[in-house]
């Protein structure tokens, strides 16, 4: 599913007051989320109509095999952060309230079914300790792990959870799937770095793993935290008015997350080992869902397990938090293979959301999957050539019905009209190749100078009110962004936008969808949060992370009309890794080479990779860093903390939706 975000280069806490004191200055609105207005009602009740919602299957799927359910709570390892409630969900039963989507209700009850189930004989997953499942798999003198979550907390507690029920057996091997944190990042929970090595439990992913897992989003990692608040609906109560589901899962575990370096890398296309005793056929599928990504298949056990590329929702060729665009005509084709490599197995199971059996049916999904990113990427090139824009696209693409039908690709984490916008930006970019939008005036002054045309914020508002009437929200929401945009301290757009991006939340089928609406929705009531993501919780995983990545983010971190002119230069020394670096601004620009310490530089840092990334990670300030004793500092301090001022700290707190 999601990167998870590093921003390491939270360097210059010397300026940070300052860059925080101007947050915070749109305290919003306030007031309580909306009911479902009539049209609302209308919109749900109609999709409830068009859909076979009490379709059996999917439900039994869901339970099948459960061995246990869980009961409290799992805290980070401090005790101070609830980081997943197994009763929060508890509401997520029964009937659709009207302020939630139908179908996407129904995908909510399904994976609200949570606890340590039974795939088939030797395969069992722990479901809802996090957005992802961790899957084990018997071997002969343990249990293999299939990706241990996003946490350490989190791993820690489903590993505990069915040993309970299944054995006190060791780990005896960790097979990660794919790069994406809420895959291995709770690593360290179920297996040390030292009894890893001691053990020598083998730690098998794809080629590119370890680059990809530690290096992914490290530059835009703040932007993405924020966004992804959005997309997860982190701060958004769990409730019919709020939160009901991620799409792909409950919840993320925000808990502290490492990683443990593989000893077994996945290098050909096709790779049979046998690990623990059992054969497995692994399969590389780099550069779809994932850069580094590995599915399999567990003949003797007539079992697939197909990682990320699959699971019961339509996934994100481009996730609203942002990334980097994903191949949908590769994706495609690494599916038309899977029904391939499924041979005569019995059960699939991903490492999302639950299983399927049979293998009819396990050809059935895959194949809709196949043909649900097949279809949306070659409809839309054929729309590309027919000079659709991707607005156009996006409203003009429907799936047809033999693949609309099917529930577990239906778009509950991606969804279809994003997709579509993601194949236009994937092959020509996002420019629409219209010259007016060549040079737009930014959205605050093009709003300003439509309100002025309308005769003034009031005006506006009063002609959403009337789109809001009819159930128009679509334009109801884009006269009142810019009554927002141009009037930042009118009152009443906030509040009717805040009305209208509810409505929208509660018809929306797309867990992402509802949590962009609702979280917009409560930032318009309540202003933009006050804290960022707090990063320190990676600082497991930035230990595997390459010098190189954390100053590539520090150069982008470089104020850049401040730096003009201030050609510093700063040799950096890492003792315990013995590597020093030249760091030197010229030009705006802040570069680095991997080098011995050049004579002429204006100060010379002596430290430890550690203290380095505490340094990077925010979790000590630069200034108390220079002046402790963990480091050495050569030449002129004064420079040195003029060096470091230069680079910018985001808090992450940007406001979205006001201005
Ligand atoms: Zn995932």
């Not at 505990?160 to 790069?179: E, Q």
């Not at 009152?491 to 509810?502: G, I, N, P």
Request: glycine share 8%; net charge negative.
């Amino acid at each position: 599913m999601m990167q998870m975000f590093a921003r390491p280069a939270a360097l210059a806490t010397l300026v940070a007051a300052a860059l925080l004191a101007a947050c915070g200055k749109n305290p919003g609105v306030g007031g309580a989320a909306g009911d479902a207005t009539a049209a609302t009602v209308k919109a749900n009740e109609e999709m409830a109509q068009a859909l076979k919602l009490d379709d059996p299957q999917d439900f039994e799927d869901a339970k099948k095999g459960l061995i246990a359910r869980p009961e409290g709570k799992i805290m980070s390892a401090d005790g101070s952060t609830v980081l997943i409630d197994f009763d929060a969900y508890k509401f997520v039963d029964g009937k659709a309230p009207p302020t939630v989507n139908p179908s996407l209700w129904r995908h909510a009850v399904l994976n609200a079914q949570i606890g340590l189930f039974k795939v088939t004989d030797g395969i069992w997953q722990v479901r809802g300790f996090d957005i992802a499942n961790m899957t084990l798999i018997e071997g002969k003198t343990g249990l293999i792990v299939v990706d241990p979550l996003t946490a350490r907390e989190s791993a820690a507690a489903a590993l505990a959870f069915a040993r309970k029920h299944l054995g006190d057996k060791p780990v005896s091997a960790i097979v990660f799937t794919h790069s994406h944190a809420d895959h291995f990042g709770g690593a360290l929970g179920i297996v040390s770095a030292q009894e890893a090595a001691e053990r020598k439990i083998p730690i098998i992913a794809s080629e590119g793993f370890m680059e990809e897992a530690t290096s992914e989003n490290i530059l835009v990692g703040t932007a993405m935290a924020r966004r992804s608040m959005y997309q997860f609906g982190k701060n958004l109560e769990k409730s019919a008015k709020g939160n009901v589901d991620t799409g792909l899962g409950k919840n993320v575990a925000y808990g502290a997350v490492g990683v443990l370096v593989p000893t077994q890398l996945v290098t050909q296309q096709t790779e049979e080992l046998t690990i623990d005793g059992v054969r497995f056929v692994f399969h590389n599928v780099p550069g779809a869902e994932a850069p580094a990504e590995l599915t399999f298949a567990i003949p003797d056990k007539k079992a697939y397990g197909g990682a990320e590329n699959l699971a019961q929702t339509m996934h994100n060729l481009l996730p609203v938090r942002g990334a980097k665009v994903r191949d949908a005509l590769q994706w495609s084709v690494y599916l038309q293979e899977a029904i391939d490599q499924i041979g005569d197995a019995e059960v699939y199971f991903g490492q999302h959301n639950w299983p399927v059996w049979g293998n009819a049916r396990i050809v059935e999904f895959i194949t809709k999957h196949r043909d649900v990113y097949k279809y949306t990427h070659d409809q839309t090139v054929r729309l590309i050539n027919a000079g659709l824009t991707p607005r156009e696209i996006a409203d003009t693409i429907k799936l047809p019905p033999s693949l609309a039908s099917y529930f577990g690709a239906r778009g509950y984490y991606g969804d279809l009209r994003h997709n579509v916008k993601a194949v236009y930006q994937f092959y020509i970019g996002a420019y629409d190749g219209n010259p007016a939008n060549l040079n737009p005036l930014p959205p605050q002054e093009s709003a300003k100078r439509y309100l002025e045309l309308i005769g003034g914020p009031d005006k506006a508002v009063a002609a959403a009110q009337g789109a809001y009437d009819n159930g128009d929200y679509r334009w109801a929401a884009e006269l009142l962004n810019h009554a927002v945009f141009g009037a930042p301290d009118n009152k009443a757009a906030k509040e009717l936008l805040a009305r209208t991006y509810d409505q929208m939340g509660y018809q929306a089928e797309a867990a992402t969808w509802r949590n962009s609406y609702l979280t917009a929705a409560a930032e318009l009531r309540d202003g933009p949060p006050k804290k960022g993501i707090d990063r320190s919780f990676l600082i497991d995983m930035l230990h595997q992370t390459p010098i190189a990545r954390f100053l590539e983010a520090m150069a982008a971190g470089l104020d850049g009309p401040a730096a003009d002119g201030k050609n510093l230069k700063v040799n950096l020394v890492l003792t315990d890794i013995n590597e020093s670096y030249v760091l030197w601004i010229e030009n705006g620009v802040l570069h680095h080479k991997k080098a011995a310490p050049a004579a002429d530089a204006n100060a010379t840092l002596t430290l430890t990779k550690p203290i380095f990334i505490k340094m990077m990670a925010g979790t000590a300030g630069v200034k108390d860093t220079l002046m402790s004793d963990e480091l050495k500092v050569d030449g002129s301090m004064i420079d040195l903390v003029r060096f470091f001022t230069l680079i910018d700290k985001a808090p992450g707190t940007f406001a979205i939706v006001t201005k």
